[in-house]
Nanobody, 119 residues
Framework: QVHLVESGGGVVQAGGSLRLSCTAS???????LAWYRQAPGKQLELVAT???????TYLDSVKGRFTASRDNAKNAVFLEMNNLKLEDTAVYLC??????????????WGQGTQVTVSS
């Protein structure tokens, strides 16, 4: 069982930046990692994935603004978010899972961290 703990959320003005971190309880070298988000009243949305061989995919609406990265030595995955918009407001969750092609099927989930973008 891999435990994932997110941090770094908060309240930020539109146009601002936040860096989310997700730390795992054990080695994650062989896992694909992903960030999801869920806004109130909306479905869960895949934001970014990082495969075990550092292939990246992003939700179209965050391309050019968000950057995912991983540090296997620290058992961590990050999400750098720039030029935040009101519509980025959501709970952000990290996952670790199995890679198929460039997709990641989540197996383990964190509890999430709230990101609120204000006007």
């Amino acid at each position: 069982q891999v435990h994932l703990v997110e941090s770094g959320g908060g309240v930020v003005q539109a146009g601002g930046s936040l860096r989310l971190s997700c730390t795992a309880s054990e080695n994650i070298d062989g896992y694909g990692l992903a960030w999801y988000r869920q806004a109130p009243g909306k479905q869960l949305e895949l934001v970014a994935t990082v495969t075990h061989v550092a292939e990246y995919t992003y939700l179209d609406s965050v391309k050019g603004r968000f950057t995912a990265s991983r540090d296997n030595a620290k058992n961590a995955v990050f999400l750098e978010m720039n030029n935040l918009k009101l519509e980025d407001t959501a709970v952000y969750l990290c996952t670790a899972g199995i890679v198929h092609a460039e997709t990641v099927t989540p197996v383990y989930w964190g509890q999430g961290t709230q990101v609120t973008v204000s006007s």
